[in-house]
C-alpha cells in the first residue's frame, strides 16, 4: 500500500487557479506550483498527470465555485441596472473572472478543452445578462438580446481593463449608455 497523499487536493486545485489567474498558464512554472501548493513535484504529476491537467482542474472548480454560482445570482437581478452593479462589483479584480479571463486570452484559442471550459462560463454569463435583460436564453436577436449581449462584453472588457491597470468607464455610465442605445 501507498504512502496517502500528504496534501489535500481541493486545496492544492485553489491555490493553483489563484496562481493561474494571476500570472496565466505560461506565466506559471512547475516550480512556481510546487512552491506555492507546498506539494512535492512528484506528488503533484501523480494526481493531476502534468501542469495542463492541473490547469484544467483549476478551471473546472473556478467554474463550478465561482462563475456558475455568480451566473445563477446575476440571473436574479432586479434589471439591467441591479445586474451590472451587482456585475462589476464581482468582477472587481479577485478571483471571480481573473482565470476564466485568463484562459479565455491565453489558452482557449489553442487548447480545444479549455476553450470549452471557458465557452460554458462565458455562455452562463450571457444567460444570466439575457434574463436580467428580459430576454429568453439563446435568443439572439432584437434589441434586448443585443444590448445583453454588450453588457455582458462590457463587464468582461471592463474587468481586462482594470487587469492591465486601466480605467474604465463607471457601471452608471455603461448602464446609461446601453439604456441609450438599447
Same mark, same amino acid.
Given at each position: 500500500?501507498?504512502?496517502?497523499?500528504a496534501?489535500?487536493?481541493?486545496?492544492?486545485?485553489?491555490?493553483a487557479?489563484?496562481?493561474?489567474?494571476?500570472?496565466g498558464?505560461e506565466?506559471?512554472?512547475?516550480?512556481?506550483?510546487v512552491?506555492g501548493?507546498?506539494?512535492h513535484r512528484?506528488?503533484l504529476?501523480k494526481?493531476?498527470?502534468?501542469?495542463?491537467?492541473?490547469?484544467?482542474?483549476?478551471?473546472?472548480?473556478?467554474?463550478?465555485e465561482?462563475v456558475?454560482?455568480?451566473?445563477?445570482?446575476?440571473?436574479?437581478a432586479?434589471?439591467?441596472?441591479?445586474l451590472?452593479a451587482?456585475a462589476? #462589483?464581482?468582477?472587481?479584480?479577485?478571483?471571480?473572472? !481573473? $482565470?476564466?479571463l485568463? %484562459?479565455?486570452?491565453?489558452? @482557449? /484559442?489553442?487548447? *480545444?478543452e479549455v476553450?470549452?471550459?471557458?465557452?460554458?462560463g462565458?455562455?452562463?454569463?450571457?444567460?444570466a445578462?439575457?434574463?436580467?435583460?428580459?430576454?429568453?436564453a439563446g435568443?439572439s436577436t432584437?434589441?434586448?438580446?443585443?444590448? #445583453?449581449?454588450v453588457?455582458?462584453a462590457?463587464?468582461? !472588457? $471592463?474587468r481586462?481593463r %482594470?487587469?492591465?491597470?486601466l @480605467? /474604465?468607464?463607471? *457601471?452608471?455610465a455603461?448602464?446609461?449608455?446601453?439604456e441609450?442605445?438599447?
Amino acid at each position: 500500500m501507498g504512502r496517502p497523499r500528504a496534501f489535500d487536493e481541493e486545496q492544492a486545485v485553489r491555490a493553483a487557479a489563484e496562481l493561474f489567474a494571476v500570472r496565466g498558464y505560461e506565466g506559471t512554472s512547475v516550480d512556481d506550483l510546487v512552491t506555492g501548493l507546498g506539494v512535492h513535484r512528484g506528488s503533484l504529476y501523480k494526481v493531476f498527470g502534468s501542469k495542463r491537467g492541473l490547469y484544467l482542474a483549476a478551471l473546472r472548480r473556478h467554474l463550478d465555485e465561482e462563475v456558475l454560482p455568480l451566473a445563477a445570482a446575476l440571473r436574479e437581478a432586479d434589471g439591467l441596472g441591479a445586474l451590472l452593479a451587482q456585475a462589476v #462589483a464581482a468582477f472587481d479584480g479577485g478571483p471571480a473572472a !481573473g $482565470l476564466l479571463l485568463s %484562459a479565455a486570452v491565453e489558452r @482557449a /484559442g489553442s487548447d *480545444p478543452e479549455v476553450g470549452a471550459l471557458v465557452g460554458e462560463g462565458l455562455a452562463a454569463l450571457d444567460d444570466a445578462v439575457e434574463r436580467a435583460a428580459g430576454t429568453p436564453a439563446g435568443t439572439s436577436t432584437g434589441t434586448p438580446a443585443s444590448t #445583453a449581449g454588450v453588457l455582458a462584453a462590457t463587464v468582461l !472588457g $471592463l474587468r481586462l481593463r %482594470a487587469r492591465a491597470g486601466l @480605467a /474604465g468607464p463607471s *457601471p452608471d455610465a455603461v448602464l446609461a449608455f446601453a439604456e441609450r442605445v438599447g
